[in-house]
């Protein structure tokens, strides 16, 4: 296998789609975003949506999906549809399994590519699915992207010696923010790529530190509506989409909603574990024991809203502190 990690808006799927498409073999690319809140039942609709895609780039496929009970085909000369009768386990390894002869057939592999991949934690036994792709179907080669990066280990049962997918190597790759450095050359190469001179790079770095994700789109609106509106619509909708991202994470955990937030209030500048703990007891007024504070903290990081740098806690990301910053 192989893993793609890194925080949010750092290149992940950006590296995983440019990798599919210049490795030349044929791929299942199933983004668990693509369809809303991700549930067991829509993976299959996904599934089926990448299964039609593929076929319509490659016909030879069908005469193996043909051998699925639990699989229907419609559709003509110009375009083909594949669904899933069943939404029965079985039916999603029967097709794993003929992707796997079509590739032998072939004698080219099949990538199986899932983006924001610890969605799927919430199938049941999906683990258990890709330890068998791993361990039979030598033709089918997984890879995956994802960044809640502690939630993205337990999926694959890094820690866990009873977890499916537990001891089975991968190669990983992590994903990094650009240096102040590179961010700054990011920015002018890619201005003077366009023919503009680059004007007020150090700014958007200062605005959106290394990550690629917001200096991208940075650059793709300074040179449409110039330097001042590019930086205030992407700061806009950036911290829209992580407002929305942080209250969906909140939205799971009504209880402690105040406790959360207050403690991505106190990270936005680097704050030892000790100094958190002081800092909620005089916000909130009340007493947070050793091990609630650990373990709220613990998830922070797993879901990539905070980071741990040298025994200090601070938000992953500068569009996230601005988001939490307007939040009440």
Partial sequence: MIVV????????????????????????????????????????????????????RHRSLLEFLRK???????????????????????????????????????????????????????????????AYVYDHLRWVKVVMAGSEV?????????????????????????????SREKALEFLKLGFEEAGVKPENVEEAVNVFDGVIGWLTSYGYYALRVGHKEALKRVLDEAVSLVKDEVESFLALRKQARDRYLTILQLISTPMRWSDVKRGVTAKLGVKVSDKQLSNYLAELVNYGLAVNQGGKYVIADPIIAEAVSRMR
């Fill in 150 to 178: 502690g939630v993205l280990d337990k999926f694959l049962g890094r820690e866990e010696p009873k977890a499916p997918l537990y001891g089975r190597p991968y190669v990983e790759i992590e994903m990094r923010r650009l």
């Fill in 68 to 130: 699925v009970r639990e699989v229907y085909i419609s559709g003509g000369v110009a375009a083909v549809s594949v669904g899933f009768l069943s939404r029965e386990r079985r039916a999603l390894v029967e097709v794993l399994e003929r992707l796997n002869e079509w590739g032998e057939s072939r004698g080219s592999f099949v990538v199986l590519a899932l983006d924001e991949a610890q969605e799927f934690r919430f199938y049941p036994r999906f683990t258990s699915i890709l």
């Fill in 5 to 56: 990690k890194g925080l949010r808006r750092t290149g992940k799927s950006s590296l995983l789609r440019v990798g599919l498409s210049e490795c030349g073999f044929p791929y299942l690319l199933i983004d668990s975003r693509a369809l809303g809140s991700f549930s067991p039942d829509r993976a299959y609709d996904l599934m089926a949506s990448s299964l039609s895609k593929l076929v319509e």
